[in-house]
């Protein structure tokens, strides 16, 4: 007996309203889906994976086999992401498979516009293109899907292309997902137009925070850019330094890499991540920034007489003078002897003469040498110089002066090096000018410890150095890894105005006894030596002869 008339109409409500809740809940589970990819893609920093997440996002929505996103980049639209499920087509992004597709530009040779294309149309008229069929549509070429359905087997039939716009209402790319599925029956149909309006949200959330991306991208470049801007002024100022400041950020990140793998010690606690790892290497070509600020005649004074020039050869000059007063006094005892007819008087004249000519000699080639200062002095040469100061002589004035002014006299009295105290002040400023201009600056949150970093490459590990006295307590892993880089790189390096580079043996044994003094950490040193971060360094940046055979067992403090 049929069912009344009531009881069927409330059957077709309940099962009305039943496909209208099941409607609702995948509705709603789409825009929570919806919301955690907005969420997702504010979050992710690599535009490639930026990018395929954006195109897998719109087709899990849409239920679309396939897919494409474009970039528009110099008016053409360029394939950056390709994918079509039921064909394990995967081009771009994480897939290793390049595009083969040339880019679609927005105008023809004649510069007309492009509304051929349906991607340059959408990219051109800033509209959503929805097609229910390609091969029945009209006003678009779909000659080239036709040509890779022929090829492929494949049929291509729904297109929702949606243009994507920035926050100024710009064009960035285009979005566009092929073949819509029906889940109850898996068969192509059309993009419905909630699947559009989905579609249209995902692509205006993605542009957005692609833009953003390539945004922080194009800061970040330009940031790097006016760093390396400064570090070319340093170059340009002396060629000593300009090198030092290109090899420190390498050399630092060699070692951090190496403390990060550390697997025994107390540095397996030490760890990087990517944001890490930008923060070091800012610090690490700003470390020396502050040197802009130095005198080029301070950071160029490759001898001990050095200022503008090299006052050595006045110094030579004096020897000449005063070979001359030798000469003019012999001459004058000689013809007084002559006069007395006393040969024996004039023959010690004439001896005398000699004696000071080779002692004037002997003392003018040893503050040569000693000028260059690349010896540690000995006492006895330090009162040889102060000795050889009070010669006195005729200044051009015709007046009798020291030999060797009090200035020239503590400057070639240099125990090691070629600075005084005064000059290795002004030096040692750098650092204090770098903390100065760092910590002006304001640092977003991931580079806020840059200052930190690059302001403690001069302390030690005993609180004896500069310009703060931190023990290495005090200090970070990252500030204590670039002292280690900025001392082996100064030791190796080539250009350096007062001595040449030394060998990997040698400096790494200098290392290791400023490891055994307090000056650089005990435990990062090991890890210098133990992973041969120094070798692969060396075979980057040193000359051959420099890398000569090392005995790590004859490292002083070096333990394995």
């Known amino acids: 007996m049929p069912a009344p008339a009531g009881a069927a109409a409330a059957a077709a409500s309940r099962a009305g309203l039943e496909r209208d809740r099941a409607h609702?809940?995948?509705?709603?589970?789409?825009?929570?889906?919806?919301?955690?990819?907005?969420?997702?893609?504010?979050?992710?920093?690599?535009?490639?994976?930026?990018?395929?997440?954006?195109?897998?996002?719109?087709?899990?929505?849409?239920?679309?086999?396939?897919?494409?996103?474009?970039?528009?980049?110099?008016?053409?639209?360029?394939?950056?992401?390709?994918?079509?499920?039921?064909?394990?087509?995967?081009?771009?992004?994480?897939?290793?498979?390049?595009?083969?597709?040339?880019?679609?530009?927005?105008?023809?040779?004649?510069?007309?516009?492009?509304?051929?294309?349906?991607?340059?149309?959408?990219?051109?008229?800033?509209?959503?293109?929805?097609?229910?069929?390609?091969?029945?549509?009209?006003?678009?070429?779909?000659?080239?899907?036709?040509?890779?359905?022929?090829?492929?087997?494949?049929?291509?039939?729904?297109?929702?292309?949606?243009?994507?716009?920035?926050?100024?209402?710009?064009?960035?790319?285009?979005?566009?997902?092929?073949?819509?599925?029906?889940?109850?029956?898996?068969?192509?149909?059309?993009?419905?137009?909630?699947?559009?309006?989905?579609?249209?949200?995902?692509?205006?959330?993605?542009?957005?925070?692609?833009?953003?991306?390539?945004?922080?991208?194009?800061?970040?470049?330009?940031?790097?850019?006016?760093?390396?801007?400064?570090?070319?002024?340093?170059?340009?100022?002396?060629?000593?330094?300009?090198?030092?400041?290109?090899?420190?950020?390498?050399?630092?990140?060699?070692?951090?890499?190496?403390?990060?793998?550390?697997?025994?010690?107390?540095?397996?606690?030490?760890?990087?991540?990517?944001?890490?790892?930008?923060?070091l290497k800012i610090a690490g070509l700003l470390h020396d920034c502050g040197k802009i600020t130095t005198p080029v005649h301070v950071v160029d004074k490759a001898t001990k007489l050095q200022t503008i020039y090299d006052r050595i050869d006045l110094v030579a000059t004096r020897f000449e003078a005063l070979k001359r007063e030798a000469e003019v006094e012999m001459l004058r005892a000689k013809l007084k002897a002559i006069e007395a007819h006393d040969e024996e008087s004039a023959r010690r004249a004439e001896e005398a003469y000699s004696a000071k000519l080779a002692q004037y000699d002997d003392d003018r080639e040893f503050l040569r040498r000693t000028n260059v200062g690349s010896e540690r002095m000995k006492p006895e040469d330090q009162a040889r110089v102060s000795r050889i100061a009070r010669y006195e002589w005729r200044n051009e004035r015709g007046e009798t002066a020291r030999f060797l002014s009090r200035d020239e006299e503590e400057n070639l009295n240099i125990a090691y090096g070629t600075l005084n105290t005064a000059e290795r002040e002004v030096i040692n400023h750098h650092i204090v000018a770098t903390i100065k201009m760092l910590e002006a600056l304001p640092w977003p949150r991931h580079l806020a410890n840059v200052p930190e970093y690059a302001g403690g490459h001069h302390e030690r590990m005993d609180g004896k150095g500069y310009p703060k006295g931190l023990t290495r307590e005090q200090m970070s892993v990252q500030a204590r890894v670039m002292g280690i880089a900025d001392i082996f790189e100064a030791l190796t390096a080539r250009d350096r105005p007062y001595k040449s580079g030394k060998t990997l043996s040698e400096s790494l044994a200098i290392l290791g006894r400023f490891k055994q003094n307090g000056h650089i950490d005990p435990d990062l040193f090991d890890i210098f030596v133990r992973d041969k971060v120094y070798l692969s360094y060396a075979r980057e940046f040193l000359d051959p002869e420099q890398i000569d055979e090392v005995d790590e067992k004859a490292i002083p403090g070096y333990r394995p």
Do not use: W
């Not at 954006?54 to 950056?80: C, P």
């Not at 509304?115 to 779909?142: P, S």
């Open 24 to 279: 609702d809940a995948r509705f709603l589970s789409k825009l929570e889906y919806l919301n955690a990819i907005g969420i997702a893609l504010s979050q992710e920093r690599d535009i490639t994976a930026l990018l395929e997440t954006i195109l897998i996002a719109s087709k899990n929505l849409t239920r679309a086999d396939g897919g494409t996103l474009y970039r528009l980049v110099g008016g053409k639209l360029q394939f950056e992401i390709v994918r079509t499920d039921s064909l394990s087509i995967a081009m771009g992004g994480s897939s290793g498979n390049a595009v083969p597709f040339y880019p679609i530009p927005l105008q023809d040779k004649d510069g007309r516009p492009n509304y051929t294309m349906i991607a340059a149309y959408a990219a051109l008229t800033h509209k959503t293109v929805n097609i229910a069929d390609a091969y029945t549509a009209e006003g678009f070429d779909f000659s080239g899907t036709r040509n890779f359905d022929k090829r492929t087997g494949y049929r291509s039939t729904s297109f929702l292309t949606v243009p994507m716009k920035n926050h100024e209402g710009e064009i960035i790319g285009v979005l566009q997902l092929l073949n819509a599925i029906d889940p109850a029956t898996g068969r192509v149909t059309t993009f419905s137009e909630e699947d559009q309006r989905l579609a249209e949200s995902l692509a205006s959330q993605a542009a957005i925070a692609l833009t953003n991306r390539l945004l922080i991208q194009q800061l970040e470049v330009l940031f790097e850019s006016l760093i390396e801007l400064i570090n070319t002024a340093i170059d340009d100022k002396s060629p000593y330094t300009g090198g030092h400041c290109k090899r420190v950020p390498v050399l630092t990140m060699m070692l951090a890499e190496a403390a990060h793998n550390a697997s025994a010690g107390v540095l397996t606690a030490f760890h990087m991540s990517d944001k890490d790892r930008y923060e």
